[in-house]
Nanobody, 121 residues
Framework: VQLQASGGGLVQTGDSLSISCAASRRTSSSSAMGWLRQAPGKEREFVAAISLNGYTYYGDPVKGRFTISRDSAKNTVYLQMNSLNPEDTAVYYC????????????????WGQGTQVTVSS
């Protein structure tokens, strides 16, 4: 399974941005999808995950601001990011795994190449 992320870029504080990730195919080991992020000098952090049935989970720093969704027919997951602030600056990695729990714990079977999101103050 290959994950191809798109979107990302440079925005200002308070702006919105959407990133997406398309999986080449869906298997039982890639049914859950989500996003992790890593900022320079910081540990990797859970952002959001979504199950095949549409159950969603969010990391505390993004709750209420980010929304994860998926189009199962297209094997694509989306992350809508609102009210961005400089603390959201990071490389965002698309991740897929058998269960959302593995993504919440910062793990995953398949990883995308990462897309840079930079929020200027």
């Amino acid at each position: 399974v290959q994950l191809q992320a798109s979107g990302g870029g440079l925005v200002q504080t308070g702006d919105s941005l959407s990133i997406s990730c398309a999986a080449s195919r869906r298997t039982s080991s890639s049914s859950a999808m989500g996003w992790l992020r890593q900022a320079p000098g910081k540990e990797r952090e859970f952002v959001a995950a979504i199950s095949l049935n549409g159950y969603t989970y969010y990391g505390d720093p993004v709750k209420g601001r980010f929304t994860i969704s998926r189009d199962s027919a297209k094997n694509t997951v989306y992350l809508q990011m609102n009210s961005l602030n400089p603390e959201d600056t990071a490389v965002y990695y698309c991740v897929a795994g058998s269960y959302t729990d593995t993504i919440v714990r910062g793990l995953g079977t398949y990883w995308g190449q990462g897309t840079q999101v930079t929020v200027s103050s």
